[in-house]
Every structure is written in C-alpha cells, then in structure tokens.
C-alpha cells in the first residue's frame, strides 16, 4: 500500500548542521506518537539548493524553510489536522 503523505527532511550538510538534525528525531517521535507509521512515508534527500532556507521539510509538495525546531510539532500538527 502506499502511503498517503510524504515527509521529506534534506540531510544535507547545511541544514543539517542548522537544524534538521533535531528535527529528524522530532518528526520520527511526531509519526510514532500518532500512530502515523501507515499513512506517512518519511525520507531523506539530499541538498536541493534551498540552503539559503534552510532547515528545510518539505511534508507533501509544501515545502518550509527556516523551520525551528521548537515549531515542528506545531507545523505537522496543523499539517495533519491533530
Ligand atoms: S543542505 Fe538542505 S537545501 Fe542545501
């Protein structure tokens, strides 16, 4: 079956340095506490150019920058109606 959203965090070594480190571990913990491992494929990319804006998630086609760490929840919780 696939999954019906997908969340995508740039692992490149800009944004992971600025951010997307904790904000790995944040979105992991988020899918897991809703129970969310069926309906939400989370991936890595590497670097698409959008350093500038980094940290960069991108959940569906929606694509954030300069996300805090502190607002990710806030972010997938309004993404996701929870
Ligand atoms: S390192 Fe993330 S967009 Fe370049």
Redesign the pocket.
Known sequence: MQSEHTITI?L????FARGNKEILAIVKKFVSEHHLEESVFFKGEL?????EK???LKIDEELHGNVDPDKVYDILGEYFNI
């Open positions: 740039c490149g070594s800009s944004c670097c698409t150019g959008n350093c980094g940290p960069v």
